[in-house]
């Protein structure tokens, strides 16, 4: 059994998907990037300071996964947009472009401490004006790193991937599983 630190309800539903068992405790954490910061750095330690901060909360004793997820586009991390004009920006700079997504993972086990991150390129085709008003009316893009969800409304957008699909999702499972046998072995 593990601690999932994390409210989000997708990646839940991917590791209940993966049939892992798990709790969920939320972590309260800054989420403020800080200057000079990396992406890559970025969602390293909020995933470490999720897990860090569960873990604590819980005496250290169980395993504890933390998680963050973001999106850059042209070396611009795209957080979650902070009302509709900023989930159009966003989409309108996605349009017809590659970009990356980028999971940081963490798992704590009393001393024991993983953190890596996966990396998958997402392809989206051109959008028109009002296509991007019709995704942001549905409500979908607002609660979402770049401002869209593969597995909902804007899977109709995506042209290609390379890499890890429940990676864009929040949650790269399979690096998950090896980090979870890994730690379990003591490696």
């Known amino acids: 059994m593990i601690i999932l630190a994390s409210g989000s309800p997708r990646r839940a539903e991917l590791l209940r998907a993966a049939g892992i068992e798990f709790t969920i405790r939320v972590a309260d954490v800054d989420e403020t990037l800080l200057a000079n910061e990396t992406a890559y750095e970025y969602v390293s330690r909020?995933?470490?300071?999720?897990?860090?901060?569960?873990?604590?909360?819980?005496?250290?004793?169980?395993?504890v996964l933390g998680?963050?997820?973001?999106?850059?586009?042209?070396?611009?991390?795209?957080?979650?947009?902070?009302?509709?004009?900023?989930?159009?920006?966003?989409?309108?700079?996605?349009?017809?472009?590659?970009?990356?997504?980028?999971?940081?993972?963490?798992?704590?086990?009393?001393h024991h401490l993983l953190v890596e991150v996966e990396v998958t390129r997402v392809r989206f085709a051109l959008l028109t004006k009002s296509e991007i008003d019709w995704y942001v009316g549905t409500g979908e893009p607002m609660d979402k790193?770049?401002?869209?969800?593969?597995?909902?409304?804007a899977s109709r957008f995506v042209e290609r991937i390379e890499g890890s699909y429940s990676n864009v999702v929040g949650l790269p499972v399979s690096r998950v599983y090896d980090m979870l046998r890994r730690i379990d072995l003591g490696q």
């Open 67 to 110: 998680a963050d997820t973001t999106v850059v586009i042209d070396e611009e991390i795209a957080a979650k947009p902070v009302d509709e004009a900023d989930a159009r920006r966003m989409l309108h700079r996605l349009s017809g472009q590659w970009h990356e997504v980028l999971t940081g993972v963490a798992l704590v086990h009393g």
């Open 145 to 153: 790193a770049g401002g869209y969800g593969i597995q909902g409304y």
């Open 46 to 63: 909020l995933a470490r300071s999720k897990a860090e901060e569960v873990s604590r909360q819980v005496g250290g004793g169980p395993l």
